[in-house]
């Protein structure tokens, strides 16, 4: 059973910076994929980003945090991180880390863990 728990959001300027934290427990790591999710209540939830528990650590990105979003893994504090620059107002959501195995995939139904997610909001 993998558990996860996310922290680091909170209130920022549009043009600032945020780094999200999900602290992943439990297991087994290996085939783990983690990823970060956000919606908002008007909004499906949208693929953020998702990185292999792997030595490679291929990631993937969603199209609307190219280049500014960079996701990140700490194998010896269990810890996926999502730094986040250049942030825009359209970027405040719910930041959730989930998790599956053997495969990265877009879809938040692939996903079988959760946490419980914590709030970006970008002030514009």
């Known amino acids: 059973q993998v558990q996860l728990v996310e922290s680091g959001g909170g209130l920022v300027q549009a043009g600032g910076s945020l780094r999200l934290s999900c602290v992943v427990a439990g297991g087994p790591f290996s085939n783990l994929v983690v990823g970060w999710f956000r919606q908002t209540p008007d909004k499906e939830r949208e693929f953020v980003a998702a990185i292999t528990w792997s030595i490679s650590s291929p990631w993937i990105y969603g199209d609307s945090v190219m280049g500014r979003f960079t996701i990140s893994r700490d194998n010896v504090k269990s810890t996926v991180y999502l730094q986040m620059n250049s942030l825009k107002a359209e970027d405040t959501a719910v930041y959730y880390c989930?998790?599956?195995?053997?495969?990265?995939?877009?879809?938040?139904?692939?996903?079988?863990?959760w946490g419980q997610g914590t709030q970006v909001t970008v002030s514009s």
């Open positions: 989930a998790a599956r195995y053997y495969t990265g995939s877009r879809q938040s139904d692939g996903y079988t863990y």
